[in-house]
């Protein structure tokens, strides 16, 4: 999986391009905490590229959210496949996660 | 029908997906369906890896999969120790936020996309049997 990080002034963009799974899962851990942990409290997902996401991934964005909320900040997730969001659907993430259509609506929410 | 072993190492996730990929396309599986079906069997290989082997030898993972008159059907076999995916406890999805565990998720997410969970041990091993209807 490709992992690419954009800065802007007051929020990061992540897009993922590839598989979100178990073996890929820990480096996007680290890059994503990495991030948190120089400060920036507004992070974007973007899922255009990304073709598949197991619990794994879901394990990671859960406990960014809950380091983020504690901290004021805020994550969101745009521009998934449809079966990629019934996963989000089916694991109850939708209810507390905001999931845009693109990355545009990504940016006025974050 | 295909037939393939994996270590125990979840850098075989890689193969496991080409493997079902190719199948899956042969028999003209959906590609939606494609994902589901490759989703429940990751959940499953991964919990296998995570908690089966507590030794450090290497050890395999036997896979076969088979696809007949809108059935498709996945036999994982594993000499780990004993798990009974089927008794683990439904997560709970409805509680607060500051309540979420992750744990429980992928058996949540196999329940979800498979329509049958079948378990037995049977000779040291576990055995497990998978179907979706497409």
Redesign the interface.
Known sequence: MEITETKHDYYSVFRLNG?L???TATGFEQKLFECIENGTQRLILDFQELD?I???G??VI??A??NL?SAEGKLVLCAMQ??VKE?FE???FD??LPIEATLDEAVKTV | MISFALKNNLSELDALCDHLSQFCQSCGVPKRQTFEINLALDELFTNIISHGFPDEDEHHVHVTCDCEEGLFKITIEDDGIPFNPTDAPHPNLKCAFKDREIGGLGIHLIRSYMDRIEYTRKDGKNVLILTKTL
């Open positions: 598989r799974d178990s073996n598949y197991s619990s794994a879901l394990r859960l406990k959210t809950k909320k449809d079966y996963v089916i694991s109850g209810s507390f």
